[in-house]
Each structure stands twice: as structure tokens, then as C-alpha cells.
């Protein structure tokens, strides 16, 4: 449900080792400033690689000809600076010091920094003293973060959140659910603004909002 006093609630499914979770973070951050509080967003986990799943090997970069054909055209487009990660680190400790973040009051520029520390400056974000220096550069304490982490006090978070996604049919990310006084809508995929906008319009009342650059 949406707070009675929003509009229209965004969940958003991303995973910090997805180059188009980044790639959608300006769009929502677009919508945000035309909405302000009438947008309720909720940015939700979901690892790509689940832990204890098998994964590539930490020294396996991406496949360079399918990052040039889609992941770099629409970093350009959307003013993103992206390189392919020299690490591909499994997410959950990230995903759960998102959470952290999220207690104390500093999810977005935390949740920022993760997206950069691994697509731009190609950091380990699995790794806790990467996480710990993350936390300190926003102002967290990095200490109360690593024993939150070691206690595995956020993995309930990071767990529900994919099995509600599993729930929806969600195969992959980023994901956005919208719900307001209109129908429920799931988008899949890197959405351009206007696709979001018109989302938007068919789940709340009134004009969709106008852009923002």
C-alpha cells in the first residue's frame, strides 16, 4: 500500500553489480525531483548470483563486445560513467549494508556510492573493508556496519525482498512495481523516463509529471 499521503509507491529491484540498475538510478532520481513526496521509493534487493549459488570466478570480467553493444550506448545517453568492473564480486553483504544505510539514515548517498565504487572505480564490493570505507566516506559508522554485517542482521531484509520477487515473476533487474489508486504495473528492463512517466500516469491522478534535466 501506499502512505496516505503519496500518490504512487515505486518499488524498484536492482542488484549493485547490474550495470542498468545504475543505468535506471538517474531516471528515478529525475522522477523523484518532479514528484518529491507524491513518489514513495522503496529500492529493493535482488542478487543476480544468490549466495551460495556458483558464480564466475572474481577475476572474470564482463564480456566486452555485449557491454559495447548495450550497457556503454546508454551510459552516454544518460551522462553515466560506466566501465566494465575488473571484479565481479557476489552482492549480498552490499545489498545488506544497503539496508544498514537505510536504518540510519543515509540509504542515498550510500546507495550511490556502492553503484560507483564498483562501476567506476571497479572496487570489490563483496569485500567488508571496501563496505567499511564506503560507510565512512557517507558519514556511517563503519564498525556498527561490519558487526550488523558479521551478525547477518539485514539477510532477512535482502531474503524477503527476492522471494517477494520471485512472488511477482521477477527474473531479472532493474524491476519496478507501481501501485497507486490505479492498476498495479511491473516494468522490466532500463525504462527511459517517458515510459516511467506514462507508467505513472495510468496509477495516479492527474498529469504525469514533466521531466526534469
Known amino acids: 500500500m501506499t502512505h496516505p499521503d503519496t500518490l504512487v509507491r515505486l518499488d524498484v529491484w536492482s542488484d549493485y553489480v547490474c550495470p542498468f540498475c545504475y543505468l535506471e538510478l538517474p531516471v528515478i532520481e529525475q522522477l523523484h525531483a518532479a514528484l518529491g513526496p507524491d513518489l514513495d521509493i522503496h529500492w529493493r534487493a535482488f542478487e543476480l548470483s544468490p549466495t551460495p549459488v556458483r558464480t564466475r570466478a572474481l577475476t572474470e570480467s564482463p564480456d566486452p563486445a555485449a557491454w559495447a553493444r548495450a550497457a556503454s550506448p546508454l551510459a552516454g ?52 573493508r571496501v563496505l567499511g570505507a564506503l560507510a565512512r566516506d557517507v558519514g556511517l559508522d563503519p564498525e556498527s556496519m561490519t558487526r550488523a554485517l558479521e551478525a547477518g542482521r539485514y539477510t532477512a531484509r535482502v531474503l524477503d525482498d527476492e522471494e517477494e520477487a520471485q512472488r511477482l515473476g521477477i527474473r531479472g533487474v532493474p524491476a519496478m512495481r507501481l501501485a497507486g489508486e490505479g492498476p498495479v504495473l511491473l516494468l522490466t528492463g532500463a525504462q527511459p523516463e517517458e515510459a516511467v512517466r506514462a507508467a505513472l500516469a495510468r496509477v495516479r491522478p492527474g498529469p504525469a509529471p514533466s521531466a526534469v534535466h
Open 77 to 128: 545517453q544518460r551522462g553515466v560513467a560506466l566501465k566494465p568492473p575488473p571484479v565481479q564480486p557476489r552482492s549480498r553483504l552490499a545489498l545488506e549494508a544497503a539496508e544498514f544505510a537505510k536504518d540510519a539514515q543515509a540509504f542515498a548517498p550510500f546507495h550511490s556510492a556502492l553503484f560507483r565504487a564498483f562501476f567506476e572505480d571497479g572496487q570489490d564490493i563483496g569485500d567488508l
